[in-house]
Nanobody, 126 residues
Framework: QVQLVESGGGLVQAGGSLRLSCAAS????????MGWFRQAPGKEREFVIM??????YSADSVKGRFTISRDVAKTTVYLQMNSLKPEDTAVYYC?????????????????????WGPGTQVTVSS
């Protein structure tokens, strides 16, 4: 089993920044994908950004504003969110999966992910 713990959410004004962290523990993998989805009230969970191997994928809505980085030794990823907008308000969920042996899989598909954190609230006021 893998456990994910998120931190760093909160309330920020539009135009501000926040940094989220997510640490994985337990039976972690050497070849993995790790990143973030988000879910606003009344909406489905949507893809935000993912680090898969050496590649990074991000939603069009966050390109140029959100970046993901990782500390391999700590199996931790960081989501730096700049120029935040009220529409970024959501619960942000960290996710993680083993990517060994995978090919042609859709990193943006929520159904592809096995492990999820409990979520952290991000609220952007206008």
């Amino acid at each position: 089993q893998v456990q994910l713990v998120e931190s760093g959410g909160g309330l920020v004004q539009a135009g501000g920044s926040l940094r989220l962290s997510c640490a994985a523990s337990g039976r972690t993998f050497s070849n993995y994908a790790m990143g973030w989805f988000r879910q606003a009230p009344g909406k489905e969970r949507e893809f935000v950004i993912m680090r898969s191997g050496m590649s990074t994928y991000s939603a069009d809505s966050v390109k140029g504003r959100f970046t993901i980085s990782r500390d391999v030794a700590k199996t931790t990823v960081y989501l730096q969110m700049n120029s935040l907008k009220p529409e970024d308000t959501a619960v942000y969920y960290c996710t993680y999966r083993d990517r060994s042996g995978l090919s042609n899989w859709d990193v943006r598909d929520v159904r592809q992910y096995t492990y999820w954190g409990p979520g952290t609230q991000v609220t952007v006021s206008s």
